[in-house]
């Protein structure tokens, strides 16, 4: 389980590291640019001291609602800068191998009907992504958040990350050995 484990975390770190790394799927999401960004950028440092979500809400009209036709901004300051690039990338090597292993355990829990089924078991880790995507990216989506098509291209990285690594972890969880002799 361990060695499944592993093996499904290392797909999943050059699975991210090819659509991050080398396409810059993330960065394309997350790190759009402004035209007049240093401007906001100094607006911001001056308004903006402690970390958190901050909605930027339009004026509100004459009878006190948020007008229907005007946006929401959204600004997230986690309170780092720069100098916390590295230790953030240990911890999430961490989680990338954490996660394929409780995968891996899981599925060693299953149902022998599960375990005898290469495709069984691929699909148990392709739902475990599915719900990722359903409950991590897609609630994202909406006002102050990610726009939809955004929610929907991280729901997909994801889902294809969990399914790549049902492919690994599938293959090397077998069933218990009475059952593997019993066939």
Known sequence: MVSAGLLGGVVLIVWTFVINGLFGFQARIDMRQLPAEQVVYEAL???VDTPGRYTINPQLTADGRFPDDKPVFSVLY?????????G?????LV???????IGAWMLSQTSVRVLTSY?????FFNAIGLLFALY??????GIGNYPLNDA???AAFHIVAWTLMGLVVAWRIQPPRAVREAM
């Open 45 to 47: 440092q001056e308004h």
């Open 78 to 86: 986690g309170g780092i800068g720069h100098e916390a690039a590295g």
């Open 88 to 92: 953030l990338m240990l911890f999430g």
């Open 95 to 101: 989680l990338y191998l954490l996660a394929p292993m």
């Open 119 to 123: 495709g069984r078991k691929v699909l």
């Open 136 to 141: 991590g990216d897609l609630t994202r989506y």
């Open 152 to 154: 929907l291209a991280l």
